[in-house]
């Protein structure tokens, strides 16, 4: 399964960026689909989750400015990130869940400029 995330970029605080991921090479149906991202010198957080039954769930740091959303039968999933902040730079991972498994994205780098 080949996880492609797209649409990170360099950005203004107070900007919006909307990022991408879709899942190829493979006929599994993801029960979940989220962000998670890793700043400079920090380990890997999680950012939202979209279910297939069409449930979102956010980190608090994020909650209010991000939105998830998703195609579950297309195993896509997209991050709308507004009123960003030069705490929110990092590089983004998108992630399919499958059962036990966890497929995982090339990430994509999101730099926001004070």
């Known amino acids: 399964v080949l996880l492609q995330a797209s649409g990170g970029g360099l950005v203004q605080a107070g900007g919006s960026l909307r990022l991408s991921c879709a899942a190829s090479g493979s006929d599994l149906s993801f029960s979940d689909m989220g962000w998670y991202r890793q700043a400079p010198g920090k380990q890997r957080e999680w950012v939202a989750t979209?279910?297939?039954?069409?449930?979102?769930y956010y980190a608090d740091s994020v909650k209010g400015r991000f939105t998830i959303s998703g195609d579950a039968a297309k195993n896509t999933v997209d991050l709308q990130m507004n009123s960003l902040k030069p705490d929110d730079t990092g590089v983004y991972y998108c992630?399919?869940?499958?059962?036990?498994?966890?497929?995982w994205g090339q990430g994509t780098l999101v730099t926001v400029s004070s």
């Open positions: 979209f279910t297939r039954g069409g449930d979102t």
């Open positions: 992630k399919g869940g499958y059962g036990f498994s966890a497929y």
